[in-house]
Every structure is written in structure tokens, then in C-alpha cells.
């Protein structure tokens, strides 16, 4: 059996202005070892909001090991299909 599937698709462009974006940086000692976490928020304004947070261990030549990196996005007014 063969089975075929054929899709089109439109590529839509958006017009949405970034500025820059607020940034937060938290470094603090949890079981005696250095952590740090920097949360950038991008204000994408009626569209809503997108977060990257990166979280890292700190070794003790103070480079950061062990990195997480998520990303999530807070819509707002108005919808992206």
C-alpha cells in the first residue's frame, strides 16, 4: 500500500519589533556549590512575551558547567497562527 500526501503551505512574515530585552541575573551557593540563572524577557508587545532562562552550574575556576537553557512564550492580545 502506498500512501501519499501532499501539502501546501503558506510562509507568513511578521512585522514585530524587538526591543531590548530585560535582563536578570541571579548567582547564589546551594550545598556548597555556586549556581547562576539569567532570565532574558522579550516584550513582543500586543503579541505577548518570550522568556530564555539558563541555569548553570559555576566550577570553581568560575566556568559555567552543566547548562539548562528553556525557552517559553506568554501569548498576549493578539495570536500567531
Given amino acids: 500500500m502506498l500512501w501519499c500526501n ?3 503551505t503558506e ?6 519589533s524587538l526591543n531590548e530585552p530585560k535582563q536578570e541575573t541571579k548567582t547564589f551557593l546551594n550545598n556548597n556549590k555556586l549556581s547562576s540563572i539569567s532570565e532574558f524577557v522579550f ?8 522568556k530564555i532562562k539558563h541555569e548553570s552550574k559555576v566550577n570553581p575556576e568560575g566556568k559555567l558547567i552543566k547548562s539548562n537553557i528553556k525557552e517559553e512564550y ?4 493578539t495570536k500567531i497562527l
Avoid at 43 to 50: A, M, S, T, V
Avoid at 74 to 77: A, D, E, H, K, Q
Fill in 6 to 8: 501532499v501539502g501546501l
Fill in 43 to 50: 516584550d513582543l508587545n500586543e503579541y505577548g512575551k518570550f
Fill in 74 to 77: 506568554i501569548p498576549g492580545s
Fill in 11 to 16: 510562509i507568513a512574515k511578521l512585522n514585530i
